[in-house]
Nanobody
Framework: QVQLVESGGGLVQAGGSLRLSCAAS????????MAWVRQAPGKERKFVAA????????HYSDAVKGRFTISRDNANNTVYLLMDSLKPEDTAVYYC???????????????????WGQGTQVTVSS
């Protein structure tokens, strides 16, 4: 079975940086697109970033474009989210997700991701 374990969340001041990691197991990691999705208190989950199975294509929400960078290390079954210039509105639980189908280029539609981690809290203070 697929397991996704996020780490790297925490409390940071506005303007600071954090790097989230997501360690995957259970399916051949290198064959699946990965994504980060976040959920702020009282709000629905929102897409943040995605990366294709081979790392060649990335997608970002307008809210994070230019500040966040998604990457992957297929040798170590890990996907990362480097978050720079953090803002208080980035405060949320961040979830790692794995796409349902093989060799996808990634998607901004959260419904296309069938496996989810438990989430890691990111809090940005003003």
């Amino acid at each position: 079975q697929v397991q996704l374990v996020e780490s790297g969340g925490g409390l940071v001041q506005a303007g600071g940086s954090l790097r989230l990691s997501c360690a995957a197991s259970g399916r051949t990691f290198s064959r699946y697109a990965m994504a980060w999705v976040r959920q702020a208190p009282g709000k629905e989950r929102k897409f943040v970033a995605a990366i294709s199975w081979d790392g060649r294509r990335t997608h970002y929400s307008d809210a994070v474009k230019g500040r966040f960078t998604i990457s992957r290390d297929n040798a170590n079954n890990t996907v990362y989210l480097l978050m720079d210039s953090l803002k208080p509105e980035d405060t949320a639980v961040y979830y790692c997700a794995q796409h349902r189908t093989l060799f996808s280029v990634g998607s901004t539609d959260s419904r296309t991701y069938g496996y989810w981690g438990q989430g890691t809290q990111v809090t940005v203070s003003s």
